[in-house]
């Protein structure tokens, strides 16, 4: 599966994320556990990960960077 972009919903015990195909067609909807969601994060490559604007997405990116 090749993804292009993906979108993440931010809350607090669980994370949605939808991934989509070079065309922008949707290729995976699942819900995941932070754990779960840094583990893929670090795994794909992807060329753009969007989150919500909310207090709790300026943390992130950091968090990505360094897999804690």
């Known amino acids: 599966m090749e993804l292009h972009t993906i979108g993440i919903d931010l ?3 669980v994370f ?3 991934g989509l195909n070079l065309r922008g067609e949707v290729v995976v909807r699942k819900k ?3 754990t779960r969601l840094l583990h893929l994060i670090a795994r794909v ?12 997405t300026f943390s992130w990116p950091g968090t990505a960077r360094t897999g804690a």
């Open 11 to 13: 809350g607090k015990t």
């Open 32 to 34: 995941f556990s932070r």
């Open 45 to 56: 490559n992807v060329a753009l990960i969007s989150m919500e604007a909310c207090g709790g």
């Open 16 to 18: 949605h994320l939808v």
